[in-house]
């Protein structure tokens, strides 16, 4: 009933720079749906190039949560955006975090268990 999807403000970006990174939700049924799209169960995930190694997650250092129950009307795209600053986290949001060097990654998204296909980009020096 769901199509999530993960998308980059564009493709190529300078390392230090503040990327735009958004999860977008679509209701690709034919009838109106209610959804929760609580912070916690979405998620912006960005991974290494083939996927072997988790680098940084919305929900990590977030202490956004709470119900959000939304009526998805069919065909409608819902985002959500963060502004990524390019460093590392993990959960628990230790106080170690290292910049993302340049290189290719991909970015994937999650509402609940519906995950997207992955959105390639790049970080250049």
């Known amino acids: 009933m769901l199509d999530v999807r993960a998308e980059v403000e564009g493709t190529e970006h300078r390392v230090g720079e503040r990327m735009l990174l958004r999860l977008v939700v679509t209701n690709n049924s034919t009838q109106p749906c209610v959804r929760d799209l609580d912070p916690v169960r979405q998620e912006i995930v960005v991974w290494s190039a083939d996927g072997s ?44 975090r ?18 997207s296909p992955p959105t390639q980009f790049v970080r250049v020096p």
């Open 53 to 96: 190694r988790r680098l940084w997650s919305s929900n990590d250092c977030s202490s956004a949560k709470g119900a959000d129950p939304r009526t998805l009307a069919p065909g409608e795209p819902v985002a959500s955006t963060v502004r990524w600053a390019g460093r590392t986290s993990e959960p628990g949001c230790p106080a170690k």
């Open 98 to 115: 290292e910049m993302v060097p340049a290189g290719e990654y991909r970015l994937l998204t999650r509402v609940d268990d519906v995950i």
